[in-house]
């Protein structure tokens, strides 16, 4: 099953309300999220990014707590979809582990899954169709995604090995993309680094340099996700938690609040088409 298949499906108005996604990934899910609640094939759609940036009240990501879903996150889905949806345009909800529900869970999501609630599309990932109950893989069509094992899989396949390629993958950039900026990739990821790694003279010294690196809007949606993932890697790190970023400053909680505040502030005028270099350089002000 491809992109093109489930864009036909949403085109022609035949996709059905759930989907077990065997092998999928949540990029695909966000995908699919992204074009069942906007119409528009924008690279700028504001509404995608916050899907992307899993800031979309109707995408609503359920994970499993500890070994796999439970019956409370299940009675949190049916409380969720008895609202209507923010934008109007429906919901989505994506469960991850979806084969390792454990039997009161399956048997709550049954229930969800009988009585269909209109504009609400269930996504269920996981790896494997046999784990399902056959009660709820009765009621699911199930597709098995081609490119299942993913991003690092088919990078790997095609010979791209650079540094910051996990980076890449988790800010939702495809491998046709990380081909193309395999060149580039690691020297961003070191300016960024770079830049919000030091004091705020060299900050600021440096961020005119972003200016040309990351020349157009695309590449400048590139640059902000970079910096997102920056800063979630600050939290990772103040939490002892694994990151990607490899040295980043361990900062104070009240310090963090800054950083989080500073990039939700950042990436709204980003949206809203703010002046470049100068919203890099307010933030560097508020946050070094
Ligand atoms: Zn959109």
Redesign the pocket.
């Known amino acids: 099953m491809s992109k093109a298949l489930f864009e036909n499906l949403i085109s022609t108005k035949r996709l059905s309300h759930a989907y077990f996604l065997e092998g999928g990934n949540e990029t695909f899910a966000l995908w699919l999220a992204?074009r069942i609640?906007?119409?528009?094939?924008?690279d700028d759609?504001?509404?995608?990014?916050r899907?992307y940036n899993h800031n979309h009240p109707d995408v609503i990501v359920i994970r499993p707590e500890g070994l796999d879903v439970k019956v409370d996150q299940i009675r949190e889905i049916h409380e969720k979809a008895a609202y209507k949806s923010a934008d109007g345009k429906g919901q989505v909800f994506i469960i991850h582990g979806a084969d390792k529900m454990n039997i009161q869970a399956s048997n709550a999501f049954l229930k969800f899954l009988e009585e269909p609630k209109p504009n609400v599309t269930i996504l269920l990932l996981g790896h494997s169709k046999e784990l399902l109950l056959e009660t709820i893989r009765s009621r699911v069509q199930i597709e098995k995604l081609e490119d299942s094992s993913g991003f690092m899989k088919t990078a790997v396949s095609r010979g791209l090995m650079f540094n910051g390629l996990g980076i890449f993958e988790e800010i939702h950039i495809s491998v046709d993309q990380a081909e193309e900026l395999k060149d580039v990739a690691d020297k961003w990821i070191h300016s960024i680094r770079d830049i919000l790694g030091s004091s705020r003279l060299h900050a600021l010294q440096k961020v005119q340099f972003l200016e040309k690196d990351f020349e157009n809007r695309e590449k400048r949606n590139i640059c902000l996700r970079l910096v997102q993932s920056y800063v979630k890697a600050l939290f990772a790190e103040a939490k002892g938690q694994y990151h990607l970023w490899g040295n980043v400053p361990k900062y104070q909680w009240h310090e963090l609040l800054k950083w989080g505040k500073a990039i939700d502030e950042l990436s709204r005028n980003m949206y809203s088409n703010g002046h470049f270099t100068l919203q890099m350089e307010h933030f560097i002000k508020r946050v070094l």
């Open positions: 992204s609640l906007c119409g528009a094939h924008e759609c504001i509404t995608c990014k899907i």
